[in-house]
């Protein structure tokens, strides 16, 4: 699934990197706490959150993620949009609640661990 069909399904928007939608991810991970994240730590990841500080994007910069998802409306500020932009990661957006979310994107393919369904 690219970034840009995850955030189609979610029914959501670019912050910034639409350029780069066509990015392949392998698989999803939808916390709020970066610690959870860290334990996920897999090649490709979609990242789902409803935490809006520039710590998110620091722990994707360090996992090597490249697209994040704001879950429940929530905006970034400019800061983290420039942040994400220098650091090459995708922002998008849903006013979807998390559960929502991640669920939409596992029904339209992507399964955590990368797997696709048969």
């Given at each position: ?30 916390a709020d706490l970066m610690s959870d994240v860290m ?41 983290m949009i420039e942040l994400a932009e220098d650091s090459?990661?995708?922002l998008g957006g849903t006013k979807l609640p998390m ?20």
């Open positions: 699934m690219t970034v840009a069909e995850a955030i189609k399904v979610v029914d959501g928007a670019f912050f910034c990197g639409e350029d780069k939608g066509s990015t392949e991810v392998a698989s999803a991970c939808g334990a996920f730590v897999k090649d490709r990841v979609l990242l789902l959150t409803g935490l809006v500080n520039p710590q998110v994007i620091r722990t994707a910069e360090l996992l090597d993620i490249h697209a994040i998802i704001f879950v429940r409306g929530k905006v970034p500020s400019k800061d090459d990661i995708i559960f929502l979310a991640c669920g939409k994107i596992y029904e339209a393919g992507l399964q955590a661990g990368g797997t696709r369904p048969i």
